[in-house]
């Protein structure tokens, strides 16, 4: 698909999907427990590409994208059924991380935060 999609559309289209079947969105900790299987299968993917643990030639093939998109895609079903609007937590998320770690890694752009403004001093 080559079109730009929101993660308001991403979650309407998950939703569409969980709908379809009878038994509808699971618990969240039945959720929480899905979503650790596949972080664990991202790791594992990380793991074999970027790590010194080389797959077994009898492991199918896999690829980190492929992982993400199972992180993602579980990500958002957690969301929609607890009713979370993910785009509203990146905003807050970007907001918080842009205020609070500013200043925390060297910048590109050379400024330290000594040089900050009465505002953002007082933030």
């Known amino acids: 698909m080559t079109e730009d999609r ?5 979650q309407v289209e998950v939703d569409a999907y969980i709908q ?3 038994a509808g969105y699971f618990s969240p900790l039945s959720q929480m427990a899905r979503l650790t299987e596949e972080v664990g299968e ?3 993917e990380v793991n074999h590409y970027y790590g010194e643990k080389p797959k077994k ?3 199918a093939e896999k690829t980190v994208a492929e992982e993400l998109g ?6 958002m079903i957690m969301a929609n ?6 785009t509203a937590v990146f905003e807050a998320n970007m ?6 770690d500013r200043y925390r890694f060297a910048r590109k752009d050379g ?13």
């Open 70 to 75: 199972d992180v993602l895609f579980v990500t």
């Open 95 to 100: 907001t918080k991380f842009n205020r609070r």
């Open 81 to 86: 059924s607890l009713s979370i609007d993910l």
């Open 6 to 10: 929101s993660l308001k559309s991403m």
């Open 42 to 44: 991202l790791a594992r």
């Open 111 to 123: 400024q330290t935060g000594t040089d900050k403004t009465d505002e953002e001093q007082q933030s």
């Open 57 to 59: 030639t009898t492991e």
């Open 20 to 22: 379809q079947f009878k």
